[in-house]
């Protein structure tokens, strides 16, 4: 298969069911955010799109990834009691080293005097290193796997489930909460309690030209702050935050 995100994203224009999910065994087209391409070999991860139709604005959208995130990070630690981290906004990691990665994609109607722009549909595309024992050489250093970190293979379907079990609820918690009906603590609250990344961590930011600093906790919609060495507390607004 290319990629999960683009049968996805087809099936979502055709009025695809909201729910419904892709898995590969293998992406010969796997991508990751800012285009970069996903090591997808055949039999050792977990590939896998879910299109979702949530009642939202698009001003919202970084929470689903926020969302999709907190759902994996629980899935990896349901099944193998591993304590992955998260690092803002979408990657899952293991100590220093990348185990997961997320890749939300979404389409909106166009806003209006009286409205603001709504969310048509999102796709959540899922990458896992469950039982990758090699990287390419550029990767050896940056990623880990399930099985590196447990020292034992695990069953993909057992962590699939489970995925998709978290992200069913944390969906159902942000609707309830966007219509001002919680049912558990906000996204936001979670997030922050579950990734070691959202506040005093050193690091560096590539955008707007590059910056250092120590992170400062998420604003209002979820971006991260970072309180930067030149004195100014930025908002990261696309990723790119590295340990410094």
Not at 120 to 134: E, L, P
């Amino acid at each position: 298969m290319g990629s999960t995100n683009v049968l996805a994203l087809d099936a979502a224009q055709s009025g695809g069911a909201h729910g419904s999910v892709w898995v590969a065994d293998e992406q010969t087209a796997g991508r990751g955010r800012s285009d970069h391409r996903w090591h997808s070999p055949a039999g050792d991860g977990l590939y896998v799109s879910v299109l979702l139709r949530p009642q939202m604005a698009l001003v919202d959208a970084l929470w689903l990834s926020l969302a999709t995130a907190l759902a994996v990070q629980s899935a990896i630690a349901a099944v193998t009691r591993l304590a992955p981290d998260i690092r803002w906004p979408n990657d899952i990691l293991i100590g220093n080293r990348k185990c997961a990665g997320i890749l939300v994609e979404t389409s909106a109607t166009a806003s209006q005097a009286d409205a603001p722009a709504m969310l048509r549909y999102a796709v959540a595309g899922v990458g896992i290193n469950v039982n990758h024992q090699s990287f390419p050489a550029e990767l050896e250093a940056l990623a880990t796997s399930l099985r590196r970190e447990s020292g034992r293979e695990w069953e993909r379907e057992s962590i699939l489930i489970e995925f998709l079990r978290a992200l069913h609820k944390e969906i159902t918690w942000l609707e309830a909460e966007l219509r001002g009906t919680p049912i558990v603590a906000g996204l936001l609250e979670r997030f922050a309690a579950s990734s070691s990344w959202v506040r005093g961590k050193r690091v560096s930011v590539e955008e707007a030209g590059g910056y250092t600093g120590v992170t400062d906790g998420l604003d209002a919609r979820g971006f991260l702050r970072v309180a930067g060495d030149d004195g100014t507390l930025h908002t990261v607004l696309s990723g790119g935050v590295r340990a410094r």
